[in-house]
């Protein structure tokens, strides 16, 4: 595993242990910065290692999540060498040679890889789970999104600084910030990402990857994401303009039966998804689901994910055991 020490690798350590994943010898790699420290797996502390080729060369399966420039550095050493490299980092998911793979969703796609998967973003990943089933009953013709994301979804660091912003703000000290150009606790920021034109970086990539995972190019998206200060767990607001009408409880019929979907939809009991109750889960809860009146076949719906597990950690897991399965 590259970036074992990240948040990202850090859910990832515990989803193989839940999971049970099938492991002869394991790496905990990092950079050079956290060669030597330990990360605790399965009752054991592991030494972490700096990333290598040989290493990697000797590897069946190799996780990465330690950013894009680490992943195109080093995964085609893993596919050269005749192992599979499941990445988490945004370096491949626009790339036509590499299946783009959400596992509830396109799992037919991963076969053909030639030595690299990847993974989809962490909102990205949980619209296509209930996207996914919605276009294959009514067709989707149109979908409008607004995030609420999670400081983990930026990393340790961000994470870390939000917890010592709370605690400033608790204790009644100025907060400070350093990797975020605002204070996050007690805000609400629709930005922080690096900009493509008018668009944040992650929602160019939200529409590309929903597009490519539910094979549908020209599908109208529109998304705006927002950065909340919240520790764990993404949500996200959903219009869908649908080809046939669709009945909420149809709706939430069809997505209580989908896979890797959690219904928590009893509005008047105060149940519906939400970061809190999302966090350790690997299912995507959906509520709220109700018809939006503003528009022709329109469904409006609420979501959560837990963005370190599904999000990210759940989703590479599922990839490597359909590698597993396929031999
Ligand atoms: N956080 C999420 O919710 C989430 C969701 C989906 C996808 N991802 C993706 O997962 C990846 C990691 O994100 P994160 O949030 O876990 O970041 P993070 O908390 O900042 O962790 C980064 C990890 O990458 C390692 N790393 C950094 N540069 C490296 C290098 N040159 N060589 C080897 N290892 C290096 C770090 O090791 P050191 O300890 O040595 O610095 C650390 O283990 C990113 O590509 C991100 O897009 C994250």
Same mark, same amino acid.
């Given at each position: 595993m590259v970036g074992a020490t990240g948040a990202a690798g850090g859910t990832l350590l515990r989803v193989l242990e839940d999971r049970v994943f099938p492991i002869g010898d394991f790496h905990a790699l990092a950079s050079a910065r956290s060669a030597g420290s330990l990360v605790r797996f399965r009752d054991h502390d592991v030494t972490v290692g700096e990333v290598s080729d040989d290493i990697l060369a000797a590897s069946?399966?190799?996780?990465? +999540? &330690?950013? *894009?420039?680490?992943?195109?550095?080093?995964?085609?050493?893993? +596919? &050269?060498? *005749?192992g599979v490299a499941v990445d988490k980092s945004s370096a491949y998911r626009m790339d036509p040679a590499v299946p783009l793979v959400v596992p509830e969703v396109n799992a037919a796609a991963l076969r053909g890889h030639a030595?690299?998967?990847?993974?989809?973003?962490?909102?990205?990943?949980?619209?296509?789970?209930?996207?996914?089933?919605?276009?294959?009953r009514y067709g989707l013709r149109h979908v409008t999104v607004a995030t609420y994301q999670a400081a983990s979804g930026g990393g340790r660091a961000l994470a870390a600084e939000l917890a010592a912003q709370e605690r400033d703000d608790a204790y009644g000290r100025p907060p400070t910030r350093q990797v975020y150009p605002h204070v996050l606790h007690g805000n609400v920021v629709p930005g922080g990402w690096a900009m493509v034109g008018d668009d944040t970086e992650e929602e160019t990539k939200v529409i590309g990857e929903v597009r490519r995972v539910l094979d549908l190019p020209e599908l109208p998206i529109g998304v705006t994401t927002v950065r909340v200060p919240v520790s764990v767990g993404h949500a996200a607001a959903v219009w869908v303009e649908l080809d046939q009408p669709a009945d909420a409880a149809e709706a939430r019929e069809l997505l209580a039966n989908a896979p890797g979907v959690l219904v928590v939809d009893d509005a008047a009991t105060q149940q519906y998804p939400t970061p809190r109750a999302v966090a350790g889960c690997d299912e995507v809860h959906v509520g709220r689901i109700r018809a939006d009146r503003s528009r022709g076949n329109g469904l409006a719906l609420f979501l959560a994910v837990d963005n370190l597990r599904k999000g990210a950690a759940t989703n590479a897991v599922q990839v490597a055991e359909l590698l597993l399965l396929e031999g």
């Open positions: 069946d399966i190799v996780f990465f +999540a &330690a950013g *894009g420039a680490t992943s195109r550095r080093f995964a085609p050493v893993v +596919a &050269a060498a *005749g030595g690299i998967v990847a993974n989809p973003n962490c909102v990205a990943i949980p619209l296509a789970v209930v996207l996914g089933p919605l276009h294959a």
